[in-house]
């Protein structure tokens, strides 16, 4: 990235006062003063100071946490309990949810400071895919499967974009693929076939499974790049 560049993305210097800094001597690279601004330098590798204190470098961060069940999408602590105290202290004002989770439904729920990635990952333009344990409280029948599969009404006029079902242990369980996110859509979506959700669980994301990420229940992780590579893939439809 260019020097310049790097100095306003830390918001140490805009780019006009970056130049004079540099004329001025004030910027060094590796200890040597930089001459030039638009100089490409490496912002994880490379160590830059502005008046000898170094700039450090914050890079975006993505987490994942398998979310349990009574914890609320909501920094307002009279919903419940917000589920951003199951993330790391350090990480708590620094990250917002990528989209909602309801207080019951557990499972992966991601967290970022790109908001760049959050949009393009719930812009409905981009049919990022989300996985879904559903329990249920009658059996679903293959008649509700076909229905779900071709979209239902989900009141007010709305109808939802073809969904995927697998089947799940028994009858009253299924795995719901939806590309959309609108609100309690999955208890919408079941509800339109006269049934009721009594259990729901995100097992994926934007092709992120919980399993692959071995993520016990409350636990969570940063993304690795090759993970923020397939949801970047994802989002970018
Ligand atoms: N659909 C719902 O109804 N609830 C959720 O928490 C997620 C999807």
């Given at each position: 990235m260019r020097l310049d560049k790097f100095l306003s993305e830390t918001n140490t210097l805009s780019r006009k006062d970056a130049k004079a800094a540099i004329k001025s001597g004030l910027i060094t690279v590796n200890g040597i003063p930089a001459t030039d601004s638009s100089v490409n330098i490496s912002e994880e590798i490379d160590e830059i100071r502005y008046k000898n204190r170094i700039i450090p470098y914050l890079k975006n961060i993505t987490y994942a946490l398998n979310k349990p069940a009574?914890?609320?999408?909501?920094?307002?602590e009279a919903d419940g309990?917000?589920?951003?105290?199951?993330?790391p202290p350090e990480l708590r004002k620094r990250l917002n949810p990528i989209g909602r989770l309801d207080k019951n439904t557990t499972g992966l729920l991601l967290f970022t400071d790109d908001g760049d990635l959050a949009h393009s990952l719930l812009s409905?333009?981009?049919h990022v895919e989300k996985t879904y344990l559903v329990n249920t409280l009658k059996p679903v029948t293959d008649e509700d499967k076909n229905r779900l599969k071709d979209g239902v009404n989900l009141g007010d006029g709305e109808v939802s974009l073809p969904a995927k079902i697998m089947s799940g242990k028994?009858?009253?369980?299924i795995i719901l693929t939806i590309c959309e996110g609108k609100y309690h859509q999955v208890k919408r979506m079941m509800q339109a076939t006269c049934n009721k959700v009594t259990a729901l669980k995100r097992i994926s994301f934007g092709g992120l499974t919980l399993e692959n990420m071995?993520?016990?229940?409350?636990e969570g992780k940063i993304l690795s790049e090759a993970e923020l590579s397939e949801l970047r893939l994802k989002g970018s439809k």
């Open positions: 009574g914890y609320v999408c909501s920094l307002n309990i917000p589920v951003h105290n199951l993330l409905p333009k981009n028994d009858d009253f369980e071995k993520l016990n229940e409350g």
